[in-house]
């Protein structure tokens, strides 16, 4: 399992997870759905309780990763495929343009 704290205008909001089966699960942290319920990341994503689950990287998520010439730079720097798009998520997005950013997780197993 891989995960990633996510960060909304540098206020922890929830995680982000890749499981062992492949799916990805964005959950908000209870502190922030009592302390910011209108502080949504994405129209996507209202502030709630329960995960949002997928069998793909949400689609949120996947617009933060760099894309062209600056992901074969990423790739070749960090060592990481292409298509390891959780990896990438959690190597390039700890300071991306705009309010969301990825901060990693240790591994979880």
């Known amino acids: 399992m891989r995960s990633g704290s996510v960060y909304y205008s540098d206020i922890p909001a929830g995680t982000i997870t ?3 089966d ?6 908000y942290y209870d502190d922030y759905v009592n302390n910011h319920p209108a502080k949504f990341i994405s129209f996507n994503f209202p502030v709630r309780k329960e995960p949002y689950v997928e069998k793909r990287l949400f ?3 996947e617009g933060l990763i760099p894309e062209g010439w600056l992901l074969d730079i990423a790739s070749k720097s960090w060592k990481i495929n292409k298509n390891d ?3 990438l ?3 390039c997005c700890n300071d991306c343009i ?3 950013s990825i901060k990693p997780l240790h591994d979880e197993k």
Do not use: K, S, V
């Open 18 to 20: 890749e499981t062992d």
């Open 85 to 87: 798009r959780m990896g």
């Open 89 to 91: 998520l959690l190597a």
């Open 59 to 61: 689609p949120l998520f």
């Open 22 to 27: 492949g799916e990805y699960i964005f959950q």
């Open 98 to 100: 705009g309010a969301l």
